[in-house]
């Protein structure tokens, strides 16, 4: 079992960065693909990006494809998003989750998730 807690949001302005982190528990963490997932009010939730167990592979949405970057250190059973070039509409709540399926972007595939950290862009 792996138990998921994420950190690092909060309120930026348009432009600006925020890295957001995921601290899992469990000694199989690095057998886990992991991804980053975001809700906004009133939509369904979206992937954002993934990583591979190994590290050696990621992917990325569309919509955040250049600015955001997934990196993983297994030795610290962490996983991280580094967020550049924030927009208004990156505003959502992120979630991290482990998946035993790679390469998947649909929510359903992910067996463990975070309780969410809140990401805000200003304009």
């Known amino acids: 079992q792996v138990q998921l807690v994420e950190s690092g949001g909060g309120l930026v302005q348009a432009g600006g960065s925020l890295r957001l982190s995921c601290a899992a528990s469990g000694r199989t963490f690095s057998t886990y693909a992991m991804g980053w997932f975001r809700q906004a009010p009133g939509k369904e939730r979206e992937f954002v990006a993934a990583i591979a167990w190994s590290g050696r592979s990621t992917g990325y949405a569309d919509s955040v494809k250049g600015r955001f970057t997934i990196s993983r250190d297994n030795a610290k059973n962490r996983v991280n998003l580094q967020m550049n070039s924030l927009k208004p509409e990156d505003t959502a709540v992120y979630y991290c989750?482990?998946?035993?399926?790679?390469?998947?972007?649909?929510?359903?595939?992910?067996?463990?998730w975070g309780q969410g950290t809140q990401v805000t862009v200003s304009s």
């Open positions: 989750a482990a998946s035993l399926t790679w390469y998947t972007t649909t929510p359903n595939d992910y067996n463990y």
